[in-house]
């Protein structure tokens, strides 16, 4: 094992759309490009490849296995796959770089949910005997946690409105975003819910998309850029899959991560959190005791695009440009996975002084 | 303009149970819920391990319920054809008398203003129960269970196994490579593409090439040769699950076609006997007509000599 650090050095988006008539592959071949390119190298310097992406969103056994054309196959490369979001994929690829006989990889996150109804996908990754048989979705989990932190006074709907209109506010100045605008909290607040108490603004955009990020250790991220974004804390825990076994008030997995990811160690100024409903919001924010003084989201967040599989990875991206185009020292970037806030990762970045 | 196929993929599971969720599921067709210890808490309903010390829990369970009270819910005002209510209901989040821990299921009441937390319900059953989560049709405002009249009784076994079915409906757009090889074979010819770069030339629905990480584009289409060897084979003993129409064992053959970099891959046979099957073998493409377009019938002997390279074997890909 090394302690050598590791670097972002590149990453490419795709615009985010309702719907896409690109395959995954050509989404994917349009990152890898996009963001090897960024990085100053061709696809023949990567060592490593890992991707996140899902079937059942896909509709396609083995769908991953296509997307490895977007790769490059030559000269001959190691490769692994998540079914996950793209930033768990980034955490293998950083896992990997640690064993310190390569220096380059990179991660993709792709997804197209435009192509099924998500509240029909959702369910077949949730436990077989308890949950699936229900059509248990991901919009009615999400509503169940809300009512808990609506009950508990620890957000309103009112906060939660004003998530959304800031959120696809800040969107204005994010090309990527599909869903952007001023929106009037009041005028928000008169709609119908969707889920109740989730009304439309809750809920993220159903987003086609996909994203990569290029990785590099120690002298050669030097090497590649005078502006590497290091990598200095990153983590992940889970919690039991059953949202009825946790106390939904709080996400003790995202508290946990960010303690492993030495978040506590100095001040961030700006969070990219996968809130990809408004209550989430305050719930992360107070589980990674993140003050008012951070900027939370200034891409917009999951809430003005939701490529699913790569609606974290986004995350880091959006986090690391901060750094590397506004200056920033240091960053955060969450993601998340599972019913309820099941899992959660965080990555904590910082530039070079 | 891009062509949308839609399709519908199934998925029907069969699943065993286990020493403890079979309890459970056997207890639901008796009309009862069963909750599992795990430390000072009652997990309901029970899970084999315990979610916190991963510990293997006392599969002893004992009764809860059958009412409880639910702590959130929410409002299904448009059900999706996997909800269990095929009209606007609830899910809620329900803690069972005598449990610690929540189960999510459905309530049907009328409208949401009928919903609030900590209201107590208890489950309508089925009549027929076979040891499913629905056996349990949805739970009701109340203290007391809802007995059908028609009520059919408890399993006359120990319920072991249960089925769940998903079904879900994709709409996908069609790449252009692959409508433009669709369109191509539906006249009889083999549409392949050769990579500008590397000068490759692939056979099947590949729209780009993976050694030069680049995307195909219609300038690098080119017509391919229909004669061929066979490489490698594989003879297919059919088991029975969903969707599968064969029944007697059958072949799948990979085809590299003359002058072709990359084989045809899984593709069938034509007046070539399983026995006869074997690398080298020399192949030309067979079709039919239906409807005024063509299809590939299978891949049938021409009768030249065979080629004699062991290295064929290698190329399934």
Known sequence: MTTEPVAIVGWALTPMTRRTVN??????????SGATEHAGITRADVDFSCAGSCDYVAGQAFSFVQNIDAVGAWPPKRDSHVEMDGAWALYEAWVRLQLGDIDVAIATGSGRSSTADPATVYPMEMDPYYLAPLGADVVSFAALQARILLDAGLVTERQMATV???????????????????????????????RNPLRRHDLPPITDGACAVV??????????????????????????HHPGLRDLRVSASTTRAARAAGLDAAPVEV??????????????????????????????????????????????????????????????????????????????????? | MTTFVESTVRFPYKRSLGPVIGQFMTALTERRLLGIRA???????????????????????????????????????????????????AFALIELDGATTAMVHAVDVAEPGAMTTGMRVAPRWRAARVGHLTDIEAFVPGEEPVVPADDAGPAAEPVTMMG???????????????????????????????????????????????????????????????VGVITNYTIITPVQYPGQTETEPFARVQVLLDGVDVVLAYQPVADLPNVDIHTGVRVAARWSEADGRKVLDGWAPTGEPDIDDPSLVNRIM
């Open chain 1, 23 to 32: 395959s995954e592959a050509e989404l994917l071949f349009e990152v890898i």
């Open chain 1, 164 to 194: 959304a209109a800031r959120a696809r506010g800040a969107a204005q100045g994010n090309p990527y975003a599909q869903v952007s605008g001023e929106f009037d909290v009041d005028a928000l607040l008169e709609d119908d819910y969707v």
């Open chain 1, 215 to 240: 990785i590099a250790r120690g002298d050669k991220a030097r090497e590649l850029t005078d502006h590497p974004v290091w990598i200095t804390g990153f983590a992940h825990s889970a919690e039991p």
């Open chain 1, 271 to 353: 969070a990219e959190l996968q809130t990809t409903f408004t209550h989430e919001e305050a719930l992360l924010t107070t589980a990674l005791g993140l003050g008012p003084e951070v900027a939370i989201n200034p891409s917009g967040g999951p809430l003005a695009a939701n490529p699913v599989m790569a609606t974290g990875l986004t995350r880091v991206i959006e986090a690391a440009r901060q750094v590397r185009d506004h200056g920033k020292q240091r960053v955060l970037a969450h993601a998340t996975s599972g019913p309820c806030l099941q899992q959660n990762l965080v990555c904590v970045m910082e530039g070079t002084r």
């Open chain 2, 39 to 89: 430390g000072d808490r009652v997990i309901a309903p029970p899970l084999e391990w315990d979610p916190e010390t991963g510990e293997q829990l006392d599969p002893e369970l004992i009764e809860v319920g059958p009412a409880g009270t639910v702590r959130s819910w929410t409002w299904v005002a448009e059900p999706s054809p996997q909800h269990p209510l095929d009209r606007p209901f």
């Open chain 2, 164 to 226: 769940y079915e998903a079904s879900i409906v994709y709409t996908t757009p069609l790449p252009g490579n692959q409508e433009r090889a669709g369109k191509a074979a539906a006249r009889g010819v083999l549409l392949g593409f050769r990579c500008p770069r590397c000068g490759r030339i692939y056979s099947g629905l590949s729209g780009s090439c993976p050694v030069d990480g680049l995307l195909l584009s219609p300038e690098d289409d080119v017509e391919l040769p229909q």
